[in-house]
């Protein structure tokens, strides 16, 4: 990765309403004419959440340069408060149709994974400011807060001071710094998708980080594939989009044109719901009234760990478990009388102010009085209402 940018930015246009229509209509036949369709992000689809870019003429990298990097500070979002975009929504639609094959991203705000990204569909070049994986046995956690050790330390140093759940194994950031090389595997899966795509479009990246630029520019080369590339401000390669390609480069903002494609292709954007899964397993001895409930978090695909709980509190027991993955000690007087429920209040982190939520949890017992069916909760929040959905899972 290189670090770089100049004192002037490159200007960023944008084109009239009647021609971002006419060319996300071109698009919209492309997407829906495509075998292999592939989409690579960058910094600019996570502008319009408040996460600025890094060298646009309000970017990081652009203000610093001319010693106004305050400002940028002040007006950034938290990433972990950050809203996914109408963009990252419209990408969620067209990979839960089928329509997207892969997404390949150069962003490490987590915007992705959190609108609904499945982990085997995604290839975060640069990392994940929110997921960190152990350095033995490579397993993922994801995190509702940034995984990044607490402590000072250099930044080749990624160890974040976790350890892993499974093994012990020491967690390692995922952040990608300059001069380091990429994930082999990630980037593998990137360049194999880009040589199989028929269309890949770009949405806002100024494409001059190599090596991630190479999976758009080998779609690009192609001789039977389109490059599709919409950024405000000018690419290296924007004369790969093609001449007899009318209307393959876009000047305008990424979320304009999704929603005007998604118009075209006759589909929704999604509202984003913030998806939470939980997992409640009651272990323990029946005869000896020796129980204990296990609660912990895991992402969309219900097997990668994510903590997103600040403490658990059962009904009726002093105090609230504090350390994930919360494992509280209960006895049959526990339960709701009539029900045989437990009821476990969950506090949230709390970065789009979910309230706390009281699940209640029907123990299962078989014939023979064995306990122990681990249960899986959709709890779905829509951050616009503050409201929860909750379902028990099969
Ligand atoms: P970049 O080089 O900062 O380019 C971003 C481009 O997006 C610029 O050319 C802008 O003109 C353009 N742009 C900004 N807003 C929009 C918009 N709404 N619609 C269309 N275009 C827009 O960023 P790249 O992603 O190209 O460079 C890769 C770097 C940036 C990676 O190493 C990232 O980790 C890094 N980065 C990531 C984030 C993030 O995760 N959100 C933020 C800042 C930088």
Redesign the pocket.
């Known amino acids: 990765?290189a670090n770089c940018a100049p004192k002037i930015a490159p200007p960023?246009r944008i084109e009239p309403d009647h021609v971002l229509d006419h060319k996300a209509k071109l698009l919209a036949d492309k997407i829906r004419a495509a075998k292999h369709f592939i989409v690579f992000t960058?910094?600019?689809i996570?502008?319009?959440a408040g996460?600025?870019?890094?060298?646009?003429p309000e970017?990081?990298w652009t203000l610093r340069k001319q010693g106004r990097q305050h400002e940028a500070k002040s007006k950034a979002v938290e990433t972990v408060k950050a809203m996914p975009t109408p963009t990252h929504m419209a990408l969620v639609e067209l990979q839960n149709r089928g329509i997207l094959k892969y997404l390949i991203s150069?962003?490490?705000?987590g915007l992705h994974r959190k609108s609904g990204i499945s982990p085997e569909m995604i290839s975060e070049l640069?990392g994940n400011s929110n997921r960190e994986h152990c350095r033995d046995c490579s397993k993922e956690y994801l995190r509702d807060f940034r995984a990044v050790a607490p402590y000072t330390k250099t930044v080749k140093d990624h160890r974040t001071g976790r350890k892993c759940a499974d093994c012990g194994g020491v967690l390692l950031d995922s952040i990608i710094n300059f001069g380091e090389f990429l994930w082999p595997e990630v980037l593998e899966s990137a360049r194999k998708h880009s040589k199989k795509a028929d269309l890949c479009l770009v949405l806002?990246?100024?494409?001059?980080?190599p090596p991630a630029n190479e999976c758009p520019e080998t779609v690009g080369r192609k001789r039977k594939a389109t490059l599709a590339i919409?950024?405000?401000?000018e690419t290296p390669i924007d004369f790969l989009c093609g001449e007899e390609e009318e209307g393959m480069r876009v000047w305008g903002?990424?979320?304009d044109l999704m929603v005007k494609v998604m118009e075209h292709l006759g589909l929704e954007i999604p509202k984003f719901i913030l998806k939470r899964r939980l997992m409640v397993k009651v272990e323990g001895d029946l005869g000896k009234d020796r129980l204990s409930v296990r609660v912990g978090g895991v992402d969309v695909d219900g097997k990668t760990p994510a903590t997103f709980l600040q403490s658990v509190k059962l009904e009726g027991s002093r105090r609230a478990a504090k350390i994930d993955p919360f494992v509280i000690a209960f006895r049959m007087d526990n339960l709701d009388e009539d029900k045989g429920r437990l009821k476990l209040e969950l506090e949230f982190m709390g970065h789009f102010n979910e309230p706390n939520l009281v699940v209640e949890h029907e123990v299962d017992w078989d014939a023979e009085g064995e306990i122990g069916k681990e249960v899986m909760y959709f709890l779905d929040y829509n951050p616009l209402t503050g409201e929860w959905k909750t379902e028990r899972g099969e």
Do not use: K
């Open positions: 990765m960023e960058g910094a600019g996570s502008t319009s996460i600025p870019d890094f060298r646009g970017g990081v150069q962003n490490c705000d640069h806002g990246s100024s494409l001059t980080v919409c950024n405000l401000q903002r990424t979320d």
